[in-house]
């Protein structure tokens, strides 16, 4: 294989997985800037919060492409190449992750790169293997969003849900094994994007989601009222 045409390919997929489909999503749909609303993320959660539903499901679905795009870049510059395949897929993640347009200097002076989690794109990265995967992987990751109702745990069992997949069928002997190392590089790259998400999880103060928050807030409204009904009883 060129050494020539790996580099083309993974710097492609680099630049790919780099456009900030949720900024430009978000300042398309209200002028806003996504990196200065909740997490500063890009992602599909984050714009979301920034500009409702349907701005946060476009931003998911278009970086979700950004992973799929590595099977179009590998059939196109070296086909049947796998190894070459998972490391294009993993090279879309690092830069929606780290995308080089969003490149900004912060408070010290230190040049650094802006972007998102990388679920959606690992979801991509995954369909770029294998096509079903997404239907295999997505629908349990809806399941962890409602139930257990954490983004940030939403976002790492996509990489999870892959690896196991994948692991599975490289032992069933239908994949090669070098797909479940997708699943196993792509966890790390995504915890190490939600290191702040995992610090709020150990302390207990990460943001809710799905049912969890539907629960929680209906908490909170029981005892408000309780609270109101208790003061009014005490009134002269």
């Not at 998972?86 to 992750?97: E, K, P, S, Y």
């Not at 912060?106 to 293997?129: F, S």
């Not at 983004?151 to 090669?176: E, K």
Request: proline share 3%; hydrophobic share 50%; no cysteine.
């Amino acid at each position: 294989m060129s050494i020539f045409i790996t580099l083309v390919t993974l710097v492609l997929a680099y630049l790919i997985g780099s456009i900030p489909s949720g900024l430009i999503i978000v300042k398309v749909a209200n002028g806003k800037d996504v990196r200065q609303i909740a997490s500063g993320r890009t992602g599909g959660t984050n714009a979301m919060r920034a500009a409702g539903l349907l701005a946060g499901l476009l931003t998911a679905a278009l970086d979700v492409l950004k992973g799929v795009s590595a099977r179009w870049l590998v059939g196109w510059l070296s086909p049947g190449n796998n190894l070459l395949l998972v490391f294009a897929a993993l090279m879309t993640i690092v830069g929606h992750n780290y995308s080089i347009f969003l490149a900004e200097r912060n408070e010290k002076g230190q040049l650094r790169l802006r972007g998102g989690a990388g679920g959606a794109t690992t979801l991509g990265g995954a369909i770029a293997l294998w096509l079903p995967a997404g239907f295999v992987i997505l629908p349990l990751s809806v399941v962890i969003y409602l139930v257990i109702g954490y983004a940030s745990v939403t976002t790492m069992s996509v990489a999870f849900f892959a690896m196991l997949l994948f692991a599975y069928q490289a032992w069933m002997g239908t994949s090669p094994w070098v797909y479940a190392l997708y699943g196993l590089l792509a966890e790390g790259l995504v915890m190490w994007a939600l290191r702040p998400n995992l610090q709020r999880l150990r302390q207990g103060n990460e943001r809710p989601v799905g049912l969890r928050a539907l629960y929680l807030k209906r908490k909170e409204e029981q005892a408000a009222r309780e609270k109101a009904a208790a003061t009014s009883n005490q009134a002269p």
